[in-house]
């Protein structure tokens, strides 16, 4: 079996941005299901191209519907975490979550949140944008 090398053939020390995020996405389902709420789907996105994804579809013990941004930065150089999740990612999400809510049979409250990793930890921000 052969090892995967980097650039140069020296072996990729560095994690891929996929597993980075996939491990904070596991941190941040954890994070929320020790808050109350329950995972209904992960990785959700809408078919063809320029469509969404959504994070975490969660569902908290009053029937509100989750859709859960997860971001992890390093450093706050930029703003942090939070404020990476600019108007055109909201749009991306929304759209995916209009999609989604197709499916179901009635629609429940729902609200849009950002869990935000970074060297302190664990930031949940419950509605931190609006679908309008």
């Known amino acids: 079996m052969q090892s995967r090398k980097g650039f140069l ?14 491990a904070a996405e596991d941190e941040a389902l954890q994070y929320l299901q020790e808050q109350g709420l329950r ?6 996105r809408t078919p063809g191209r320029g469509g969404g994804e959504i994070d975490l579809v969660m569902r908290c013990s009053d029937g509100t519907l989750v859709f859960v941004e ?16 600019g ?17 179901l049979p009635r629609l429940p409250p729902c ?19 609006d679908a309008g």
């Not at 053939?9 to 996939?22: C, N, T």
């Not at 995972?39 to 959700?44: F, G, I, V």
């Not at 108007?87 to 499916?103: E, G, N």
């Not at 849009?112 to 060297?119: A, G, H, K, L, P």
């Open 9 to 22: 053939g020296a072996p990729s020390a560095q994690p891929s941005s996929k597993k980075i995020g996939d």
């Open 39 to 44: 995972l209904l789907t992960r990785n959700y």
């Open 70 to 85: 997860v971001r992890k930065r390093l450093n706050a150089r930029h703003g942090g975490a939070a404020a990476s999740v």
């Open 87 to 103: 108007w055109v990612k909201q749009k991306r999400i929304v759209r995916a979550a209009q999609h989604y809510l197709l499916a």
């Open 111 to 129: 609200r849009f949140d950002v869990v935000e990793m970074d060297n302190e930890g664990v930031h949940w921000l419950p509605g931190a944008f």
